[in-house]
């Protein structure tokens, strides 16, 4: 019987802090800032971002909410991903982030494995760009990588995403074969928020190494969109980045 009242307690106890945080999320909105947050992030009917509502709250706010949140239990944020509020889901995705970079092996498994079965709620680029890297690509820099091929081949633009954008501390750690992989998976990909992450990457590669960028680039430049083009060569000089548009290096 003592046991069982223990639970409840806690139990209220956790729907207190999510009531409590929802709560604050409200004060801290701002309609006006909202309104352009909502063009912005393109949630208009038929954009990538349909049916996104926002707040208005600043990321350095929501992560000083983070700091403030960050002993919470899992199920906090967990609660908060499911959110319709995309600030409410920014803030869980931080707090998820905390938890990992704290969290032994089987936390960080059981965060990862989580995060993973809600992709369908990080969708939007910068809840992927967030994340991705923080989660996806940092539980596996020791592991077996192939999740991140099956996600390049989804059909939900967000894990497509996810796929290329978590291979950011791989970049970091001087391993290129599979931001190279999966950029020539996701070449002819139709959504210009997939060219961007692509071209993102490819960039990221060649700042530590410009000959094996422009080795893939040779290959491709010609039939690569030129979004995707034009994000990898951002940091080449003028001269070279006219060879490499015009096809003509």
């Not at 701002?30 to 309104?35: H, L, T, Y």
């Not at 990862?112 to 709620?121: A, C, I, M, N, P």
């Given at each position: 019987m003592l046991k069982k009242r223990k639970s409840q307690v806690i139990k209220r106890r956790k729907t207190v802090v999510i009531y409590e945080i929802l709560a604050r999320l409200d004060d801290l909105k701002?309609?006006?800032?909202?309104?352009i947050l909502q063009g912005f992030?393109?949630?208009?009917?038929?954009?990538?971002?349909?049916?996104d509502v926002f707040l208005g709250i600043t990321v350095p706010i929501l992560r000083r909410l983070a700091g403030e949140y960050a002993n919470t239990s899992l199920e906090t944020p967990l609660t908060l991903l499911t959110h319709p509020f995309h600030e409410a889901r920014f803030l869980a995705l931080l707090l998820l982030i905390q938890a990992f970079r704290k969290g032994n092996h089987g936390r960080k498994q059981e965060i990862?494995?989580?995060?993973?079965?809600?992709?369908?709620?990080i969708n939007n680029w910068d809840l992927v760009d967030l994340s991705a890297p923080n989660i996806a690509g940092a539980y596996l820099m020791d592991k077996n990588r192939g999740i991140l091929s099956e996600l390049a081949g989804s059909s939900l633009?967000?894990?497509?995403?996810?796929?290329?954008?978590?291979?950011?501390?791989?970049?970091?750690?001087?391993?290129?074969?599979?931001?190279l992989q999966i950029s020539d998976r996701l070449l002819n990909d139709e959504e210009d928020l997939i060219h961007k992450s692509v071209g993102w990457m490819l960039r990221e590669v060649g700042k530590r190494d410009a000959e094996v960028l422009?080795?893939?680039?040779?290959?491709?430049?010609?039939?690569?969109?030129?979004?995707?083009?034009?994000?990898?060569i951002e940091k080449f000089s003028e001269g070279k980045r006219q060879k490499y548009l015009n096809g003509s290096f």
């Open positions: 701002n309609e006006e800032r909202a309104q992030f393109k949630t208009g009917p038929g954009q990538y971002g349909e049916g990862f494995d989580t995060y993973l079965d809600h992709t369908r709620f633009l967000w894990e497509r995403r996810i796929a290329i954008v978590a291979t950011f501390p791989f970049i970091r750690n001087r391993e290129f074969t599979d931001t422009e080795n893939f680039l040779q290959a491709r430049c010609k039939i690569m969109p030129r979004t995707m083009l034009r994000y990898a």
